[in-house]
């Protein structure tokens, strides 16, 4: 049958389970349903074709038992809770995600500070293994909600990556000093005697690193000296500086079990429904899920939501294409233009210009609102998306879709994400600053500092079991086709018989094909089921088949 050797646990206290457990064993499928052993437990009035099993989950041997069967199965019945596959799943995503750090190398730094076009060169991938988890999950409201802490860790892969990050040295925009200088913006005096210092201890507009200390994090001697006279600062500065094996704050997330429609989708974070980083309700929203979970039973015409902590803000994705990843069938979505459109191209993004005079054109957003007042801008790499103004500002861009989207292919059916590429740059926004001499002869720039690439594909055991899925879900919700089908064939089949059983009546000699009724040809006649040889024939003739032997007893 279609379904045999398809293993399936149907677990008791799921709404749709009973009914959809039988259709499955009706196709063929083993099924097992688990009930808890206590008191008022009855069996199931649809078990047809189903074995079942009453488990003590108050003991270890019951615990045991049930995720033996669940792990030994091919589909678990089950409902968003802990100890369920899907629940698991959620919790530690079993494809390996990687993350790719690329670097832009300043090659001109003189000529720039005196005027000139500055000039870059990308250098990367590093790359790195990206280990995801959720720690203390804990379900909320009765199961409808569920709290946790998005942890990420970061393993170097030396064979995927173009050098040693401990040795490469990438010559970038030095920005403690950007984000000091900042942040004594308007304060001349305060300026100028941070000006001095800066000149005292050798801290300049741009710094040379290693990779390593980039992105992990090293002492600065600008910050050194402010933290010694202000404890809230931090001497450590790094992009990705305790971001290993850390998280970003208390998510708090609905499970669908409402509605399928707000599965993943995020409820809280930090224990704020808004942000407040923002000018209007609108910019400070928190919409969608985190990009880790996605609702079932997509559709092309839905933007999908997701909130970015990196970015400070949510996004949202459109449908570009149909695409299949391991035969899988997916929907790629990509966020569109308008997501960081300049407010005249998209009157929504205004809430995101930090002020009037401040914002900028369509392709970038000023994050320094979350990033403790830095002049920190993100965009697509390599300005994709963004004004031709920003790319043609620096030498050594070229914005490719191909290499620079960010999109996801999610499984519209089970809204399972297949492929993903997320993809976001760092820049540095530099422009003279009164009271620090340096800055004097600077035109504003945008300077890109880093871009990132993480990306994952589904493994082939997570495809083998959505393609077993797919199959049933197929097979499932065709069910009434199959019925209506069977039912045409079977008026078809009482047709045919019908109009042979009249040319019967009127002496003609009728022949079946032995291969399908009888051994010989001689061997099948028909007989009237019904007493009633007179019956009007345009009311039909009941017939059975039956041998000749019987036919004539």
């Known amino acids: 049958m279609a379904l045999a050797g398809v293993r399936v646990i149907e677990l008791a206290g799921l709404a749709p389970a009973p009914f959809c457990g039988m259709v499955l064993a009706d196709f063929g499928a083993s099924v097992i349903r688990v009930d808890r052993t206590k008191a008022g437990v009855t069996v199931d009035t649809q078990g047809r074709g189903k074995r079942s099993v009453a488990i003590d989950l108050k003991t270890p041997a019951g615990v045991g038992l049930l995720k033996k069967l669940c792990v030994q199965s091919d589909v678990v019945l089950e409902p968003f809770r802990?100890?369920?596959?899907?629940?698991?799943?959620?919790?530690?995503?079993?494809?390996?995600?990687?993350?790719?750090?690329?670097?832009?190398?300043?090659?001109?730094?003189?000529?720039?500070?005196?005027?000139?076009?500055?000039?870059?060169?990308?250098?990367?991938?590093?790359?790195?293994r990206e280990y995801r988890y959720k720690d203390n999950v804990t379900m909320v409201d009765g199961g409808t909600k569920v709290s946790a802490y998005n942890t990420k860790s970061f393993q170097f892969l030396r064979n995927k990556s173009v050098g040693d990050p401990s040795e490469d040295s990438i010559t970038t925009?030095?920005?403690?000093?950007?984000?000091?200088?900042?942040?004594?913006?308007?304060?001349?005096?305060?300026?100028?005697?941070?000006?001095?210092?800066?000149?005292?201890?050798?801290?300049?507009?741009f710094t040379t690193r290693t990779v390593d200390e980039l992105l992990w994090g090293y002492e600065d001697p600008l910050l050194a000296r402010l933290a010694g006279m202000s404890p809230d600062v931090d001497k450590i500065f790094g992009l990705m500086v305790n971001k290993n094996g850390s998280n970003d704050g208390e998510f708090v997330f609905h499970t669908g079990e409402k509605n399928y429609l707000d599965y993943g989708r995020v409820v809280t974070w930090k224990g704020e429904s808004q942000l407040t980083f923002w000018n209007t309700n609108h910019s400070n929203s928190i919409v969608g899920s985190d990009g880790s979970a996605f609702h079932p039973l997509l559709d092309r015409n839905e933007r999908i939501?997701?909130?970015?902590?990196?970015?400070?803000?949510?996004?949202?994705?459109?449908?570009?294409?149909?695409?299949?990843?391991?035969g899988i069938p997916a929907y790629r979505f990509t966020p569109?233009?308008?997501?960081?459109?300049?407010?005249?191209?998209?009157?929504?993004?205004?809430?995101?210009?930090?002020?009037?005079?401040?914002?900028?054109?369509?392709?970038?957003?000023?994050?320094?609102?979350?990033?403790?007042?830095?002049?920190?801008?993100?965009?697509?790499?390599?300005?994709?998306?963004?004004?031709?103004?920003?790319?043609?500002?620096?030498?050594?861009?070229?914005?490719?879709?191909?290499?620079?989207?960010?999109?996801?292919?999610?499984?519209?059916t089970t809204g399972v994400i297949v492929r993903a590429n997320k993809r976001a740059q760092v820049n540095i926004l530099m422009?003279?600053?009164?009271?620090?001499?340096?800055?004097?002869?600077?035109?504003?720039?945008?300077?890109?500092?880093?871009?990132?690439?993480?990306?994952?594909?589904?493994?082939?055991?997570?495809?083998?079991?959505?393609?077993?899925?797919?199959l049933i879900v197929s097979l499932v919700s065709n069910f009434p086709l199959m019925i209506v089908a069977l039912g045409a064939i079977m008026l078809g089949v009482f047709i045919?018989?019908?109009?042979?059983?009249?040319?019967?009546?009127?002496?003609?000699?009728?022949?079946?094909?032995?291969?399908?009724y009888a051994t010989s040809e001689d061997e099948t006649s028909y007989s009237p089921v019904s007493g009633k040889e007179k019956e009007d024939p345009?009311?039909?003739?009941?017939?059975?088949?039956?041998?000749?032997?019987?036919?004539q007893s």
């Not at 993100?378 to 879709?401: M, Q």
């Not at 003279?432 to 589904?458: D, H």
């Not at 045919?496 to 399908?516: D, E, P, S």
Request: glycine share 6%; hydrophobic share 40%.
């Open 82 to 128: 802990k100890g369920s596959r899907v629940f698991d799943s959620w919790k530690r995503p079993p494809p390996p995600v990687y993350m790719e750090f690329f670097f832009f190398n300043v090659t001109n730094v003189e000529e720039f500070l005196a005027g000139a076009k500055p000039r870059v060169k990308q250098v990367g991938p590093y790359a790195y």
């Open 173 to 205: 925009a030095n920005i403690p000093a950007w984000a000091v200088m900042n942040k004594l913006k308007g304060n001349f005096w305060k300026s100028s005697m941070v000006s001095v210092w800066m000149n005292s201890i050798g801290s300049g507009l």
């Open 305 to 326: 939501h997701i909130f970015t902590p990196d970015l400070c803000r949510s996004i949202y994705m459109e449908f570009e294409k149909d695409v299949e990843v391991r």
């Open 336 to 412: 569109p233009r308008s997501v960081l459109a300049s407010k005249e191209e998209n009157p929504d993004n205004e809430g995101f210009c930090i002020s009037p005079e401040e914002c900028l054109g369509t392709g970038l957003l000023r994050v320094s609102p979350c990033r403790k007042g830095a002049p920190v801008v993100a965009s697509f790499p390599h300005f994709y998306l963004a004004d031709d103004k920003y790319v043609k500002a620096i030498e050594g861009l070229s914005p490719e879709r191909s290499h620079h989207q960010t999109y996801l292919d999610l499984n519209p």
């Open 431 to 470: 422009n003279r600053i009164s009271g620090f001499v340096k800055t004097r002869t600077l035109n504003e720039t945008i300077i890109p500092v880093m871009f990132i690439n993480e990306s994952v594909v589904i493994d082939e055991a997570s495809a083998a079991r959505v393609h077993k899925l797919l």
């Open 496 to 516: 045919l018989l019908l109009v042979r059983a009249r040319k019967q009546k009127r002496g003609a000699n009728i022949m079946f094909t032995k291969a399908l």
């Open 538 to 551: 345009q009311n039909g003739t009941f017939i059975g088949l039956t041998s000749k032997a019987e036919a």
